[in-house]
């Protein structure tokens, strides 16, 4: 059991022996033995609940020193004010779950997009390999591929070494995680101890917080800087990345066209096919063949990111090529349902101009029949993108139906008929089915077994809001029943 003198020695400051039984900076959740983080947020000062907590049973706080004049009343337990506590719980926290990062490979992923399909071909490529192995990200966290929802890509410093606490103790050998910048510049992270690290790319994103693109892309580099450069994996086709390299001179470069250099993995020829990737890779591991049931030039990146973590981590390219056919997608995202003799649904997240024209421009890199695109737009959200999505769809499918997604309190017609708006008199590929599931099922039953159908918006979403209200409903489950498999 940990006392608080050791956290405090951690700190360099002061305390007495108490033994502590929890952690927690939430008052409800506050049990007999915690030690109470009392920090001040943006939203509520948690240092105000200081007095419940510690009837609910806390021996000991330490609290948020602001230098904002703020003096907790008496209570009769050790209460410590810290300055930066914000910063500095994840020292808190790795000190009283015993850096369990320490005991588990940990392998980061980082960059703005392909985190999540990176970080869940990685787990489950070790899966495959018989390494039980956590992962933590935007989609989900636990044991692949027992997975449960979490809050933030990057969780708050202590809900992430408790949890990878948890992995530990459920036997998890190594554990992926994507590691966003907020996380990074946060210091949710500060404390972990990363054994491989991972970029996938830069591109315009959270200027709101990080104000530049400079800044974004540094707040990005400071991860590499927690590990030796042998141990960084680097996409060289970005320019971001390949500037990474020039600091990186022992990282693996890897790329979806040949290059040059020491250590590199790259692509020597990319065939797309209706069902899957077939790549041809060179570079310093070897050459070997290699085919993987995704869909897109941008998965073929995130499968040679994910191939050059296991390099770096100690397997041989023959095994790991092997196994590639049992790479699936990430739930949602490009995710394909087909059987022989159906068309193929491709359930995907795209609710946005550009993530709608890259998942088509992905799907007219392979030998499909007809493309229909089957797209709606969110309510009482960006109202702009309504027409741009509609001409997009209709520009890059043979056929498209608009239908709802989640309209929320915004009339779903009209909705609609903004979207039809930016395609009328210009195309006549489309048509209107209002009702989700009847327009994915008409658009099954009109396609041939070569064709596919791309159901944009909603991808591992279950539910559908109507009102205020959140219905059950998933486009998988849609494709799933339509098609005939169980996955």
């Given at each position: 059991?940990?006392?608080?003198?050791?956290?405090?020695?951690a700190?360099?400051?002061?305390?007495p022996?108490?033994?502590l039984?929890?952690?927690?900076?939430?008052?409800?959740?506050?049990?007999?033995?915690?030690?109470?983080?009392?920090?001040?947020?943006?939203?509520?000062?948690?240092?105000?609940?200081?007095?419940?907590?510690?009837?609910?049973?806390?021996?000991?706080?330490?609290?948020?020193?602001?230098?904002?004049?703020?003096?907790?009343?008496?209570?009769?337990?050790?209460?410590?004010?810290?300055?930066?506590?914000?910063?500095?719980?994840?020292?808190?926290?790795?000190?009283?779950?015993?850096c369990?990062?320490?005991?588990?490979?940990?392998?980061?992923?980082?960059?703005?997009?392909?985190?999540?399909?990176?970080?869940?071909?990685?787990?489950?490529?070790?899966?495959?390999?018989?390494?039980?192995?956590?992962?933590?990200?935007?989609?989900?966290?636990?044991?692949?591929?027992?997975?449960?929802?979490?809050?933030?890509?990057?969780?708050?410093?202590?809900?992430?070494?408790?949890?990878?606490?948890?992995?530990?103790?459920?036997?998890?050998?190594?554990?992926?995680?994507?590691?966003s910048?907020?996380?990074?510049?946060?210091?949710?992270?500060?404390?972990?101890?990363?054994?491989?690290?991972?970029?996938?790319?830069?591109?315009?994103?959270?200027?709101?917080?990080?104000?530049?693109?400079?800044?974004?892309?540094?707040?990005?580099?400071?991860?590499?800087?927690?590990?030796?450069?042998?141990?960084?994996?680097?996409?060289?086709h970005?320019?971001?990345?390949?500037?990474?390299?020039?600091?990186?001179?022992?990282?693996?470069?890897?790329?979806?066209?040949?290059?040059?250099?020491?250590?590199?993995?790259?692509?020597?020829?990319?065939?797309?096919?209706?069902?899957?990737?077939?790549?041809?890779?060179?570079?310093?591991?070897?050459?070997?063949e290699?085919?993987?049931?995704l869909?897109?030039?941008?998965?073929?990146?995130?499968?040679?990111?994910?191939?050059?973590?296991?390099l770096?981590?100690?397997?041989?390219?023959?095994?790991?090529?092997?196994?590639?056919?049992?790479?699936?997608?990430?739930?949602?995202?490009?995710?394909?349902?087909?059987?022989?003799?159906?068309?193929?649904?491709?359930?995907?997240y795209?609710?946005?101009?550009?993530?709608?024209?890259k998942?088509?421009?992905?799907?007219?890199?392979?030998?499909?029949?007809?493309?229909?695109?089957?797209?709606?737009?969110?309510?009482?959200r960006?109202?702009?993108?309504?027409?741009?999505?509609?001409?997009?769809?209709?520009?890059?499918?043979?056929?498209?139906?608009?239908?709802?997604?989640?309209?929320?309190?915004?009339?779903?017609?009209?909705?609609?008929?903004?979207?039809?708006?930016?395609?009328?008199?210009?195309?006549?590929?489309?048509?209107?089915?209002?009702?989700?599931?009847?327009?994915?099922?008409e658009?099954?039953?009109?396609?041939?077994?070569?064709?596919?159908?791309?159901?944009?918006?909603?991808?591992?979403?279950?539910?559908?809001?109507?009102?205020?209200?959140?219905?059950?409903?998933?486009?998988?489950?849609?494709?799933?029943?339509?098609?005939?498999v169980?996955?």
């Open positions: 059991m940990i006392s608080l003198k050791e956290i405090a020695k700190l360099d400051i002061q305390a022996d108490v033994k039984s929890a952690l927690c900076s939430d008052n409800r959740q506050v049990s007999e033995g915690s030690l109470f983080i009392a920090l001040k947020g943006l939203n509520f000062d948690a240092r105000t609940t200081i007095a419940q907590a510690v009837e609910k049973g806390a021996v000991a706080v330490i609290y948020e020193d602001a230098e904002d004049g703020f003096v907790p009343q008496p209570v009769n337990v050790p209460c410590i004010g810290v300055k930066d506590l914000s910063r500095r719980q994840a020292k808190i926290a790795s000190v009283f779950y015993g369990p990062s320490a005991d588990l490979e940990l392998i980061g992923v980082t960059g703005t997009n392909g985190k999540s399909t990176t970080t869940h071909l990685v787990a489950a490529w070790l899966t495959e390999m018989g390494c039980r192995t956590g992962l933590l990200g935007t989609l989900g966290t636990g044991i692949y591929p027992t997975l449960q929802p979490c809050a933030n890509t990057t969780l708050a410093a202590m809900e992430l070494e408790k949890t990878l606490y948890g992995m530990k103790n459920s036997g998890a050998s190594a554990a992926v995680m994507e590691v910048s907020h996380g990074i510049a946060l210091g949710r992270t500060s404390e972990l101890r990363f054994d491989i690290c991972a970029f996938t790319n830069l591109s315009r994103d959270h200027l709101d917080f990080h104000k530049t693109m400079e800044n974004y892309a540094a707040t990005k580099f400071e991860l590499f800087k927690s590990v030796p450069s042998e141990k960084c994996v680097i996409n060289a970005d320019s971001v990345g390949s500037e990474f390299l020039t600091r990186l001179p022992g990282a693996l470069a890897y790329s979806i066209k040949p290059i040059a250099g020491e250590r590199v993995l790259y692509a020597d020829s990319i065939e797309y096919l209706p069902h899957g990737i077939h790549i041809s890779v060179g570079g310093s591991f070897g050459s070997a290699l085919h993987a049931p869909i897109g030039s941008f998965n073929a990146e995130n499968i040679l990111c994910a191939l050059g973590i296991l770096v981590k100690g397997y041989s390219l023959p095994e790991l090529a092997a196994s590639a056919h049992a790479l699936k997608a990430v739930s949602g995202r490009m995710e394909c349902f087909k059987k022989v003799g159906s068309p193929m649904i491709i359930v995907d795209a609710h946005t101009p550009d993530g709608l024209e998942a088509l421009g992905a799907i007219r890199e392979h030998k499909f029949g007809k493309i229909t695109c089957i797209c709606g737009c969110g309510g009482d960006d109202t702009g993108k309504r027409p741009e999505m509609a001409e997009i769809a209709c520009k890059n499918s043979d056929h498209v139906i608009f239908t709802n997604d989640n309209p929320r309190t915004e009339d779903p017609d009209r909705i609609i008929d903004m979207m039809v708006a930016g395609v009328k008199d210009r195309y006549d590929n489309y048509r209107v089915i209002k009702e989700r599931e009847s327009a994915i099922t658009a099954f039953l009109g396609s041939g077994d070569k064709d596919v159908l791309l159901v944009a918006g909603k991808g591992h979403e279950d539910y559908q809001i109507i009102g205020k209200t959140k219905y059950h409903y998933s486009d998988r489950e849609v494709a799933m029943k339509l098609v005939g169980d996955r």
